[in-house]
């Protein structure tokens, strides 16, 4: 564990850091990192999701997070904040259940407006 990666919390991690942070850091992170294009392909996804989902960052980068990967999230709760505001910081009790068991967990859902990436950070209880 490096002692960057300590300095960062799935509360408290800005769009700043995700932008700046290098995939080592990125990928050591405690929680799951998906950074979408704006049009919903998979630019960033760390190695905290790939593990806990099941799924290789190859079978899952450029592919569209929500018609390929997540469609559990392809709601108004998820997929539809991102394009109906501008900006967001959010955080929401979520339930993942696509390839796996009902599993509880909390997404934070980042967008700016100049951003390159979107992204979604996903706390799995442990």
């Known amino acids: ?3 960057d990666q300590n300095a960062f919390d799935f509360a408290t991690i800005t769009l700043a850091d995700l932008d ?16 979408l294009s704006p049009e919903g392909l ?5 190695q905290t ?3 806990a989902a099941g799924l290789s960052l190859d079978s899952v980068l450029n592919t569209h ?8 999230m392809n709601n108004f709760m998820v997929a539809q904040k991102f394009e109906d505001e501008p900006t967001l910081d959010t955080t929401l009790d ?3 259940t696509l390839r796996m068991r009902p599993t509880p967990v909390k ?3 980042l967008k700016g407006s100049a951003a390159p990436l979107r ?7 442990k």
């Open 1 to 3: 564990m490096s002692s």
């Open 20 to 35: 700046r942070l290098d995939s080592t850091v990125i990928n050591d992170l405690s929680f799951g990192v998906v950074g």
């Open 42 to 46: 998979v630019k960033v996804y760390n």
């Open 49 to 51: 999701e790939s593990r």
């Open 65 to 72: 997070y929500f018609a390929t990967t997540a469609q559990c």
């Open 94 to 96: 979520y339930v993942l």
């Open 107 to 109: 997404l934070r859902l």
């Open 119 to 125: 992204y979604i950070l996903i706390l799995r209880s």
